[in-house]
């Protein structure tokens, strides 16, 4: 794996405001194939940096560095690529939407990477809205589209879930108070009632729940920029492939515009993204199929939170990578 930044200069951004001096950090594994066709493309997620997917890359995994070369590029607000932690303009940091994002990675695919295809987009949460947002916004680019426990657009009840957050984040007090309450409430809505009621954090080693909030969620946020997360719910609660140009504010219209053979990967018990809503997009397109992670992780069973969970996600991913594009390319 190597790690590199690269620079875009000073970006225009969807609500006027130019992002100055903007910069990608993006971990590339493998290595180019001769006609730039073999790019798979991982948007990382809410907090998470270029490190997140680690467990799908490599020699034999489902994203196969002997085959493809997988690049994992950290979305605007992630503490590595521009964030109000490292840019000069600090907590004044400009609004991202989930297409600024895309209209940057496009940048560094084309411009740096000299791509000629991206064999496959795919990412967890808010990885897999941008997942979405490439496939509409670059029909053309994209062969192949994975968004696992992630949505086309923002339902109403994650906007809930985002104001939850959001306010916890903008609350009184320490910085760190602030962190560990916006840690409660994700905690409260990333996995399902029955992982709570079968005390499943038991699974990752924590003796009990008290154990497992401090242990995993509190040190999960207390290591992140307060702004910089307040960018990513930001980004979060504009996602909508609707909001494209061209495309009249339709979900419908933006998602029969996707030209890329599809499996859609949420999860059964998913709070954060309702699998209800990934079985409605399933149906606006045929070439969509949908593909259902079972069990009651909920929101984090498409992180690979169990072998079980990671064994599925590699499977359909894989099953996906052998199939030849086949979609009807689409006036």
């Not at 490190?51 to 994992?72: E, F, Q």
């Not at 609350?171 to 760190?176: L, N, V």
């Not at 399902?192 to 003796?207: N, P």
Request: charged share 20%; glycine share 10%.
């Amino acid at each position: 794996m190597s790690v590199a930044t690269y620079h875009l200069g000073d970006l225009p951004l969807e609500s006027g405001e130019i992002l100055r001096d903007a910069q990608i950090t993006y971990a590339m594994h493998g290595q180019l194939a001769p006609d730039r066709r073999n790019v798979v493309l991982c948007p990382t997620f809410f907090g998470g940096d270029h490190t997140g997917y680690d467990w799908l890359i490599g020699s034999g995994r489902p994203l196969d560095t002997d085959r493809y070369c997988v690049v994992v590029p950290g979305l605007f607000g992630n503490g590595f690529s521009s964030s109000p932690s490292n840019h000069p303009s600090g907590s004044r940091f400009p609004a991202i939407s989930s297409r600024d994002n895309v209209v940057a990675q496009h940048r560094l695919v084309t411009e740096e990477l000299q791509a000629a295809e991206l064999a496959l987009v795919t990412g967890w949460s808010m990885g897999a809205m941008h997942a979405y947002q490439w496939a509409v916004s670059y029909p053309q680019l994209v062969a192949r589209l994975a968004p696992i426990c992630g949505s086309a657009t923002t339902s109403e009840a994650t906007r809930v879930f985002l104001s939850a957050l959001g306010s916890a984040l903008r609350g009184d007090g320490p910085a760190k108070r602030r962190l560990r309450a916006a840690a409660r409430v994700f905690a409260g809505w990333a996995a399902s009632h029955e992982f709570w009621a079968e005390r499943l954090y038991r699974e990752l080693g924590f003796v009990d729940r008290d154990a497992y909030l401090t242990g995993f969620w509190d040190a999960f946020f207390t290591s992140r920029d307060v702004d910089d997360l307040l960018v990513m719910v930001s980004t979060w609660e504009r996602s909508d492939v609707g909001a494209t140009r061209g495309y009249g504010g339709s979900v419908r219209t933006a998602l029969e515009a996707v030209r890329a053979d599809t499996v859609l990967l949420p999860g059964l018990r998913d709070q954060c993204f309702a699998p209800q809503d990934e079985a409605a997009t399933a149906r606006i397109v045929p070439s969509f199929t949908l593909s259902v992670i079972p069990g009651v992780w909920g929101h984090l069973a498409g992180s690979g939170a169990t072998a079980a969970d990671r064994d599925f996600v590699a499977g359909a991913l894989g099953r996906l990578l052998e199939r030849t594009r086949a979609v009807a390319e689409r006036p």
